[in-house]
């Protein structure tokens, strides 16, 4: 994986990782993205961010995102379809309208044995190139 760079916090999945890319960070995405911006700059960054963040600290991954992500990085996340709702990211929201959400015909598992969570996920994507939302 040429340009590709890998970043997980669980060390058990470097080797894993290591499959697609030499470049494997063990580090906490939000810790990484700020210490990169520090580093590089803020008009340079990865041409595209793809994650599958824990739902509970989802909008801090995609905050942490947007800092490392100068325009015109895509970023997609497979978040929860229920990650539109809620009064709290309301603001959030507003500031950071998504162009295209995937959502997905089929639950996905997560567990390795076919079993779902019997909810809903889709792929949100940012500064893509189609606007919509589709069902795939």
């Given at each position: 994986?040429?340009?590709?760079?890998?970043?997980?916090?669980?060390p058990?999945?470097?080797?894993?990782?290591r499959?697609?890319?030499?470049?494997?960070?063990?580090?906490?995405?939000?810790?990484?993205a700020?210490?990169?911006?520090?580093?590089?700059?803020?008009k340079?960054?990865?041409?595209?961010?793809?994650?599958?963040?824990?739902?509970?600290?989802a909008?801090?991954?995609?905050?942490?995102?947007?800092?490392?992500?100068?325009?015109?990085?895509?970023?997609?996340?497979?978040?929860?379809l229920?990650?539109?709702?809620?009064?709290?990211?309301?603001?959030w929201?507003?500031?950071?309208?998504?162009?295209?959400?995937?959502?997905?015909?089929?639950?996905?598992?997560?567990?390795?044995?076919?079993?779902t969570?019997?909810?809903?996920?889709?792929?949100?994507?940012?500064?893509g190139?189609?606007?919509?939302?589709?069902v795939?």
């Open positions: 994986g040429r340009g590709i760079r890998a970043i997980d916090c669980n058990a999945f470097a080797p894993t990782l499959q697609w890319t030499s470049v494997v960070n063990v580090a906490d995405f939000r810790q990484w700020v210490a990169y911006r520090c580093e590089m700059g803020p340079v960054g990865p041409g595209l961010i793809i994650t599958n963040p824990p739902f509970s600290i909008r801090e991954i995609l905050d942490a995102a947007f800092l490392v992500a100068a325009p015109p990085t895509q970023i997609v996340m497979l978040l929860r229920s990650f539109l709702e809620s009064e709290g990211r309301r603001a929201w507003q500031e950071h309208p998504v162009d295209a959400v995937y959502a997905l015909s089929k639950r996905p598992s997560f567990t390795g044995d076919g079993k969570l019997g909810q809903a996920f889709g792929f949100f994507v940012w500064r190139l189609e606007k919509g939302v589709y795939v």
